[in-house]
């Protein structure tokens, strides 16, 4: 069974930096790689909208105006895991980060991680 766990959320001021995690387990050998990866945010009251993805062979989408410069996606196909690194966070960032991966061959076979708040505030 195929499961993404988020970490790395928290509370921090505004300028802080946070490293979210998603670590995948339940792939089978390594199909971790043949999936495309990506993090989500969801702030309160509003729908859930992409932040980056980085596909199986590297490529990274365009970041929305909202956080380019300040984060970066990468992933770690030996450890299963994807990463967002979020600097210079303002308030505007809070929110719930949500991992997704989508198999590269079969788009339908998707997977969301539980989320991890992210609160920034002075």
Known sequence: QVQLVESGGG????????????????????TFMY??????????????????RIYSDGTITNYPDSVKGRFTISRDNAKNTVYLQMNSL???DTAV???YAQNKYYSSITY???GTQVTVSS
Request: proline letters at 6%; a neutral charge; charged letters at 15%.
């Open 11 to 30: 509370s921090v001021q505004p300028g802080g930096s946070l490293r979210l995690s998603c670590a995948a387990s339940g792939f089978a050998g390594s």
């Open 35 to 52: 999936y495309d990866m990506s993090w989500y945010l969801q702030a309160p009251g509003k729908e859930r909208e992409l932040v980056a």
């Open 90 to 92: 303002k308030p505007e």
């Open 97 to 99: 980060y949500y991992c």
């Open 112 to 114: 969301w991680g539980q």
